[in-house]
């Protein structure tokens, strides 16, 4: 396969560069009302039940020009399975929107990965910083990361996805709800940490984007596969009826915590749950494993939910 050869002394396949193309500068709602929101179904089934590869999934989806050099800062124990990185961006060009992946580049790994943003856009730009959440595979880069990565490891980084949220001060005031299955919260917790920095730039500002309300359902096995859950109470907590969670559990084997217990419903999503925010000012996003997002969706749209309103993006 060809290859060109970066500045930053990685190696980027030939298949990425031809994949890319450049995004129309339209807004974010109305870019998203029009684009295929998931690179891997057409008219909500699976293409192919083979395994694809991250460049297979996403080859036509949207890539930025920009690749950034990253250094690994921090490295967290999100789960007994699931390791939080913190990387620390070189270029200053780089940006992304709540939502998107990146293309992960490891010096003298073949393999590319692809990991969606588990922090928000604003932390980026506060810090320069954005933070992902790994779930252990036998997958090559998930598995550096897991048994190789360390403190000051040097990656390079590239963003892509036509799966976000990224509203513009004129555009009109929207509900969200966001469903989660699993890690598929990644890029849904990026979403809702940007939410609540729309939130603080409205109050402090008194101008920008009207957030309208947030509802998040997250469903998992058990509790101690609910990522993020104490900085989902923390939001909640900072920002009362603005953003509201649901964490269901499915397979459940031990007491739940008493901080928890208000917000834990036993069992799967459901329709009745979903039903209630019906209306034509919300967008529903959701992520997680291919016969959740199936199912969610159609019962979407039995319940009169126009398929322009509902958004999806397939991992795995």
Known sequence: MACVTTSMGFTIPHLLRSACRLCPAHSALVVLRHSASCYCTVNGTTQSKRK??????????????????????????????????????????????????????????????GFSMCSSPGLLEREGVLELAVKYTDHPPARWIHTECTLDSEVALRVGGDFFFDPQPGDTPVKLVLIAGGVGINPLFSILLHVADLHGYQESKGNGYKMGTVKLYYSAKNTNELLFKKNILGLMSALPGKITCRFHVTQQ??????????????????????????????????????????SISQLLYNSGVHRNCVFFEKWW
């Open 52 to 113: 694809m590869d991250h460049l297979e999934r996403t080859a036509n989806n949207f890539r930025q020009e920009v690749i950034s050099q990253a250094k690994v800062c921090g490295i967290i124990n999100e789960s007994e399975t699931v390791k939080r990185l913190r990387l620390a961006i070189r270029n200053k060009d780089f940006t992304f929107k709540a939502g998107q992946w990146v293309d992960f580049f490891i010096p003298g790994v073949s393999v590319i990965g």
């Open 253 to 294: 084997n031990s007491p739940i915590c008493e901080e928890l217990q208000p917000h834990i419903t036993e069992g799967r999503i459901s329709e009745k749950d979903l039903e209630k925010h019906v209306s034509k000012d919300t967008l529903w996003y959701i992520c997680g494993p291919p016969p959740m997002i199936e």
